[in-house]
Structures are given as structure tokens and as C-alpha cells.
């Protein structure tokens, strides 16, 4: 698995407690959101739990023995749900899609593969695009089935593409 380079800011103490001063706080949380979407990317996870985010090495930097308290992990996470990069999974805000891309930008990812490689008007299942020959290359390879289905839903709205479900089965069909 591919590795994460650290911004130079993870290594010093203050990034590790929201700061007060408005303009630096602006610049804190622009590099953590930086930080949040890189570390998912790298490791292909799309999904946060806030309650274990602190024993996370994104959170918990053990060689200079600090953790960003889970209220800043939330407040980071709210900025991320501005710019379409988050969303909680539910009311109590515990657990959240991270999409390294944003739904719009994975529909598009996906979408282009599909006229590249010859699938417009058939029908692939959901399988295929994340777990398939044709698609181990690509950055939606292993994507969350959550992730894929919400950002197949953006193509479906601009009228790309159906989502099919049969039985145990989902499949999408590319216009």
C-alpha cells in the first residue's frame, strides 16, 4: 500500500490544538482538510469514525506524543462537508463518507472509464466497478459501495446513467 508524506505541519505540536486566532485557524484546517483527503486517498478508506479517529496515526502523531481532540476533528470534518469532500452518516455526526473526490468528480471518474472502455448502454454491477479486471488500474478500484452508489446517483440526475437492482444484484447502465 502506498505510503502518505506528512506535511511539514504534523510534526509541530500546535496543528494538534484548533487555534484561536481566526487567520491561523483558516490555514489550520485548509492543511488538515488537505491532510484528510490525501491520507484517504492514499489508503482507499471512505469512511471516518470520529469516536476511533483519535487512535488513528491522522490524528494521534505518537512520535511528538500529540491527538487533535475529537471537537476539532469534527469542526475539520464540518469544513470538508462545505466543500462536498464530507458527509455524516447520520444525526450524531459519529461516523462520515470521506470522498477524496467529490461525488460530482467520482461520477465523472466513472463515467469517463465507462465511454473509454466500451460500456456505454450495457450494464456493469456494482462489483465490477470496484472489485473487477477491468478496473483494478483505476482510482475507484475498492471505492465503498456507499461512495459509488451516491456518486453513480450524480450521473443518474444528469441522465448518463440508471442504477438497476435485481434481486441481490446492482448494476448500472452508462447512456
Known amino acids: 500500500m502506498a505510503q502518505i508524506e506528512w506535511p511539514w505541519q504534523y ?73 462536498g469532500n464530507a458527509e455524516p452518516q447520520d444525526k450524531t455526526k459519529t461516523r462520515w463518507f470521506i470522498y477524496w473526490h467529490t461525488l460530482d468528480e467520482w461520477g465523472e471518474i466513472i463515467y469517463a472509464w465507462a465511454q473509454n472502455n466500451g460500456f456505454m448502454n450495457t450494464v456493469c454491477t456494482l462489483y465490477e466497478l470496484t472489485a473487477g479486471d477491468n478496473t483494478s ?29 435485481f434481486d441481490d444484484n446492482q448494476g448500472v447502465k452508462f447512456f
Open 11 to 83: 510534526g509541530f505540536p500546535p496543528f494538534f490544538t484548533i487555534q484561536p486566532n481566526a487567520e491561523t485557524c483558516a490555514r489550520q484546517i485548509a492543511a488538515w482538510r488537505a491532510l484528510i483527503l490525501e491520507y484517504h486517498a492514499v489508503q482507499k478508506q471512505g469512511v471516518l469514525d470520529v469516536r476511533e479517529a483519535q487512535r488513528s496515526p491522522l490524528f494521534n502523531n505518537s512520535a511528538i506524543n500529540r491527538t487533535l481532540p475529537q471537537e476539532g476533528i469534527v469542526k475539520i470534518l464540518e469544513d470538508l462537508a462545505r466543500t
Open 137 to 165: 488500474e483505476e482510482e475507484f478500484y475498492g471505492l465503498d459501495s456507499e461512495i459509488l452508489i451516491k456518486a453513480l446517483r450524480t450521473l443518474e440526475q444528469k441522465k448518463k446513467a440508471e442504477l438497476i437492482f
